[in-house]
């Protein structure tokens, strides 16, 4: 009896590997020479996991008698692996398009915030927000990423700051992860900012003493899964100790550190991460190079946010100074109601461009690595027999258009591919071939 599978990629210009040799990051020289093959083919299984990578040549006669219940002509075409996304807030109500005209009149992110406006502006609109409501605009948000290429995302809570609207975002999220043909890795942030009318500590010990223990007891029973903690520590904010406090809590309940740092003030957050086995910090525009050492003997990620950096006019993150001392560099879009993006192939170009990225370093840094940041570069982040069959399509010759050019994507995608089942298909591509 013939072998059945669920999809055929066929003769591909272009099939960007990222990794060739099972690695679950890219640094240094690694991260500047991707592994790419020509005129090659790939096999999905039923299971969604790839099958088999190589030449077209050899391909088409290792799966001869073979069906599959979808084949595609990638003639002329680049196949990627799923871009993903290490760090977004996407659950939220209330846009905040009136605060951009005060960010360009020369407002900056505090002073918007202690004016009640920032997260608190959109912590009132969601905590208003019925469950049902926020679902549906989280749902349309997560297509508008994954049409742009993203295949694994990273979504946060965080506009709750009360229990009661933390657990109706992680809910909303975890609705989503049952119900979308999209990767989620799922991201308690409480501790996002002070909640009104209390100080960083006793916020801290309202988050270690209720909101953990109650997504703990959440878990064990299987209504929602969380994979990661996170705090926003900052100046202002929380304090380097509130914020070791809580992080050193959420690991003890088996969440991954993933924390927000180093953004607009030097906290030494990234020395903090790397004491605590963070598997991730993000931000990090003001870090040290004592925190760049140590993020790199840990293996810690650095999850870049280039959109972040440029649309509040700050000093943007040093990419290179990470890159050449062995960080693992990672990207995100930190799409937010501050930084309205949902697209990882303007990331990857605004990573270029304004942090002296090369291309092949921006790829890594938006598959393997990002994935790693998530504690998941075993299953995603690059084209490896046994990985998940998460893959995006090109509709170029050359797989660096996708970062060439700056916009425009849903011209330039034709395809995305979430466990060998086609998720999104542009409008101009005809029915692919079955059998």
């Known amino acids: ?8 990629l066929e003769n591909a210009q272009q099939l960007v590997l990222v990794c060739g040799g099972g690695e679950e990051h890219l640094r240094r020289e690694g991260a500047g020479s991707l592994a790419v093959l020509r005129a090659a083919s790939l096999v999905v299984g039923l299971d969604g996991c790839i099958k088999a990578v190589g030449q077209a040549d050899v391909i088409r006669n290792q799966f001869s008698g073979a069906t599959f219940e979808r084949i595609i002509d990638c003639s002329g075409k680049c196949v990627l692996p799923g871009l993903v996304d290490a760090h977004t807030h996407p659950v939220w109500a209330g846009d905040r398009v009136h605060e951009f005209s005060m960010k360009l009149a020369g407002a900056s992110y505090m002073e918007i915030h202690q004016a009640g406006g920032g ?3 959109t912590v009132e609109h969601t905590r208003k927000a019925t469950e049902e409501e926020l679902f549906n605009t989280f749902k349309h948000r997560l297509e508008r990423m994954r049409r742009a290429g993203s295949t694994l995302v990273e979504c946060k809570s965080g506009y709750g700051l009360n229990l009661e609207t933390e657990l109706k975002m992680l809910r909303v999220i975890e609705r989503a992860k049952q119900s979308m043909d999209i990767g989620i890795s799922s991201t308690y942030c409480g ?3 002070v909640p009104k009318g209390k100080t960083a500590a006793e916020a801290a010990d309202d988050i270690i003493n209720n909101h953990l223990p109650k997504l703990k007891e959440l878990q064990l029973s299987g209504e929602i899964h969380v994979n990661n903690i996170d705090v926003f520590c900052e100046k202002g ?3 380097l100790e509130s914020t070791r406090r809580i992080l050193q809590a959420g ?5 991954q550190i993933n924390f927000h740092g180093d953004e607009l003030h030097p906290m030494k957050s990234a020395e903090l991460g790397a004491e605590l086995g963070a598997q991730a910090i993000s931000h990090l525009e003001e870090v040290s190079d004592e925190g760049i050492t140590a993020m790199a003997r840990a293996k810690c990620a650095a999850v870049l946010l280039p959109t972040t950096a440029y649309m509040l006019r700050l000093k943007q993150p040093p990419a290179r100074k990470m890159l050449e001392e062995g960080v693992i560099v990672a990207l995100g879009s930190d799409f937010n109601p501050n930084a309205y993006c949902f697209s990882m192939p303007m990331v990857m170009h605004l990573a270029c461009v304004n942090l002296k990225m090369s291309m092949n370093e921006a790829l890594a840094a938006a598959t393997i690595n990002a994935a790693y940041a998530l504690g ?4 995603h982040g690059s084209i490896e027999t046994g990985k998940q069959g998460d893959l995006i399509i090109i509709n170029a010759s050359r797989w660096e258009h996708l970062i060439y050019q700056f916009g425009g994507h849903e011209e330039l995608i034709d395809y995305v591919i979430v466990k060998g089942k086609v998720v999104y298909q542009n409008e101009r591509c005809g029915t692919a071939s079955s059998y």
């Not at 998941?376 to 299953?379: N, V």
């Open 1 to 8: 009896m013939a072998s059945r599978h669920r999809l055929l």
């Open 119 to 121: 997260i608190h502006f």
């Open 191 to 193: 501790a996002h900012s």
């Open 237 to 239: 904010v929380f304090d």
């Open 251 to 255: 690991k003890d309940i088996g969440l």
């Open 376 to 379: 998941k570069s075993d299953t």
